[in-house]
C-alpha cells in the first residue's frame, strides 16, 4: 500500500492543492471499477441460468432475462412489502431521529442545565456499546409489549440515537451565533421559539445530512430486524434473507429480486451523493 | 471540542465554539433544556441500559424461550460452560483471525485512496460518490452477491484464477479462504467510506506544514510520513476503534455466507462470537448462555478499545502530544 500512497505526482509537495498525474488517476479509476463492478456483474448474474454461469467462458453482458428473473423472484419472497416496509421504517428513523436530536442538540448547545456535560458525556459514551449486548432482553421487550414482528419494534429503539444528538449538537454550537439568541431573548422570546425561529433556520443543512444518514443506516440495518420481525411483515434486509435461504431453481432469481431491492437506494444514493459524502467528510471533521 | 477546523465541506460550521459560554450565562436556569433532552434519555433507558442490565442478570439463569418468566438461578455456570466449551474459543479465535484480515488491509487501502482523492482531480465528486457505493449497498445484498462470485462452480472469481493457470479455490470449505472471503465483503463494503473519512481528515492538515516541510527539504514521502500520518492521526485511531467493535460484533456476513444458518460453515470454520450468541440463543433455545457470549463479547470490545487507546496515548505522551479520542467519537454509529 506504501507505493501507493505516494505514487502520484512525483517530486512536487502534497496536501491537496497538487495536480494528479496520469498514475493517480490509473489507480483511482481501478478503485472505483472495484467499487461498481460487484454491482455491475450482480445484472449480469441476474440474467443467465446457471449453466451459462458454469460455461468456460462466463457471460459479461446482461440480458433481457434480468426482467422475466425479477418477476420469479418477486413470486418466492415479498420483496414489494419488504421495500414499502424498509420506506416506512426508514422514513419515521429519519424524521424521528433529526427531529429529536435537534431538539437535544439545541438544548446541549445552547441551554444552560444542571448535569448537562454529565449527561452529554453519558451520551458520547453509549455510542460504544454494541447493539448484539442487549438484544435479547429487547426482544423479550417487544414480545411482552406484543410488538414482535411489527414495524414498530424496529423503529422504537432507534428513534433518537447518540450519534444524532452529539452530531447536532456540535452544529448547533458552531453554526447559530450566541448574538441571535441574545437577540431573541431580549424580545422576549422562550426557549422553544428560539428553538423553532432561530436555531431550525440556521441547522437545516445539518439536519437534512443526518436525516440522509439515518435513512441509509435504517435502511441497511439487519441485525435487529431480523431478530425482530418476520419473514411474512419484513423489512427489505430481511425479504433478501429469506430470498437467499429459500429454494430458487436458478441463482438467477435470487441475484435479480437483490438487484430490485437494492436499486431504489443506489439511485437515491446516486443522486444524493455529494451531500451524503459531505456529511460523512464533516462528521469526520467535527469532534 | 472542535479538534480541527473544515476546510471546505460547510464553510459556516467552522465559527469557533467558543462564545458559547457567554450563552450559558446568558438564559440561566432553563429547566425546559430536561425535557428537550428527556426523549434521547426515555429511548436510552428502556431499549439500551434496561436490555444490558437484563442481560447481565440473564447471563445467571438458565434462560429459555419457553419458560422465559421462571427461569432458575445458576450463578456462573454459564460463563464456566462458556470458557470450558470448545464452540466459544473457535469462534474467538475465528472472530480475531477475521477481524484481522477484514481490517488491516481495509485501513491501509482506505488511507493510500485518500491520499490519491486529496489530489487536485478532475472528477472528485464522481469518485467519491463512486467509491461509496459499495457503503449504499446494505450487508445482505453485498453477501448475497459476493457468495455467488465465491461461489466454487459459478463463481467468477474461480474462473479468473482457472483464467490464470491457477488452482480453483474451495472459498466455502476450507477455513483461510472463506475467512478471507467474509473478510472480502467487509473489505468491499467499508474502504471508500473509511477512507473518506481519511481525506476529511488530510484536507484539515495546515498547507503550511507540507511547505515548510518542502523548503526543509523533505520528500513526498517525508512529507507523507511526518506531515499527513501525524496530522491524521487521531483520525486513524478513530478508525481502528470503530473498525475493532465493528469486527467484534461480525455477524451478517457469515450468516448470508452460509445460507442464513448460524453454523458459519459445516466445520464451523468462519463462526464469529456473533453468530454463536445467535446459534445459543436462537437456534439452541439457550438464552441464557447466549447472554453470557454477549456478556463476553461486550468486556473483549472494552478490551479492545482500551489497549487501542493506551497503546495510542503511549505514543501520544511519547510524543509529547496528547491523545484524544474524543476527537474521533461523533461517527461511531454511523457506521
Known sequence: MKRTATSGGKGAASGGVLDANWMTYVVIVLVTLVSIFPLYYTIVMASHTNAEMAASRPPILPTLSVFDNVKKALELAPLNRGLINSVIVAGSLAIGTVALSTLAGFAFAKLRFRGSNILLAICVATMMVPLQMGVIPLYMLMAKLGLAGHLTAVILPSLCTAFGVFFMRQYVASAVPDELIEAAYMDGARPIRVFWSVVVPAVRPAMAVLGMLTFLMAWNDFFWPIIVLSSQNPTIQVSFQSLATGYAPQQSIVMAGTLYGTLPVLVVFALLGRQIVGGIMQGAVKG | ?335
Not at chain 2, 472528477?123 to 449497498?137: Q, S
Not at chain 2, 448460524?262 to 436462537?282: C, K
Open chain 2, 1 to 335: 471540542m472542535t479538534v480541527l477546523s473544515q476546510p471546505d465541506v460547510q464553510p459556516e460550521a467552522a465559527v469557533t465554539p467558543r462564545p458559547r459560554r457567554r450563552a450559558r450565562n446568558l438564559h440561566p436556569g432553563s429547566r425546559i433544556a430536561y425535557v428537550y433532552v428527556l426523549p434521547f434519555f426515555l429511548v436510552f433507558a428502556a431499549f439500551s441500559v434496561y436490555p444490558w442490565v437484563a442481560t447481565a442478570w440473564e447471563s445467571l439463569h438458565d434462560t429459555r424461550l419457553s419458560t422465559y418468566n421462571q427461569s432458575n438461578w445458576i450463578g456462573l455456570a454459564n460463563y464456566h460452560n462458556l470458557f470450558t466449551n470448545d464452540f466459544f474459543w473457535h469462534a474467538f479465535r475465528n472472530t480475531i483471525t477475521i477481524g484481522i484480515i477484514s481490517t488491516v488491509p481495509q485501513l491501509c487501502m482506505a488511507l493510500g485512496i485518500a491520499h490519491l482523492l486529496n489530489y487536485r482531480l478532475r472528477g472528485r465528486t464522481f469518485f467519491r460518490v463512486a467509491i461509496l457505493m459499495p457503503y449504499a449497498t446494505s450487508l445482505a445484498a453485498a453477501t448475497v452477491i459476493f457468495a455467488e462470485l465465491f461461489d466454487p462452480n459459478l463463481g467468477l472469481i474461480n474462473w479468473s484464477l482457472h483464467a490464470l493457470h491457477l488452482p480453483s479455490v474451495d472459498w466455502q470449505g476450507s477455513t483461510w479462504p472463506s475467512q478471507i472471503a467474509v473478510s472480502t465483503i467487509v473489505i468491499w463494503r467499508w474502504t471508500g467510506y473509511n477512507a473518506l473519512i481519511y481525506l476529511a481528515g488530510m484536507q484539515a492538515i495546515d498547507t503550511d506544514l507540507y511547505e515548510a516541510a518542502a523548503m526543509d527539504g523533505a520528500g513526498r514521502w517525508a512529507q507523507f510520513r511526518y506531515v499527513t500520518l501525524p496530522g491524521l492521526r487521531p483520525t486513524i485511531l478513530f478508525t481502528i476503534v470503530v473498525s475493532t467493535i465493528g469486527a467484534a460484533q461480525l455477524f451478517g456476513e457469515p450468516l448470508l455466507y452460509h445460507n442464513g444458518l448460524p453454523d458459519g460453515g459445516t466445520q464451523n470454520q468462519y463462526q464469529t462470537l456473533g453468530l454463536l450468541m445467535y446459534q445459543q440463543g436462537w437456534t439452541n433455545d439457550r438464552l441464557g448462555l447466549a447472554s453470557a457470549t454477549a456478556w463476553t463479547m461486550f468486556l473483549i470490545i472494552i478490551l479492545a478499545v482500551c489497549t487501542n487507546l493506551l497503546i495510542a496515548r503511549r505514543r501520544e505522551r511519547r510524543e509529547g502530544r496528547r491523545a484524544s479520542i474524543v476527537a474521533a467519537v461523533p461517527e461511531v454509529s454511523v457506521r
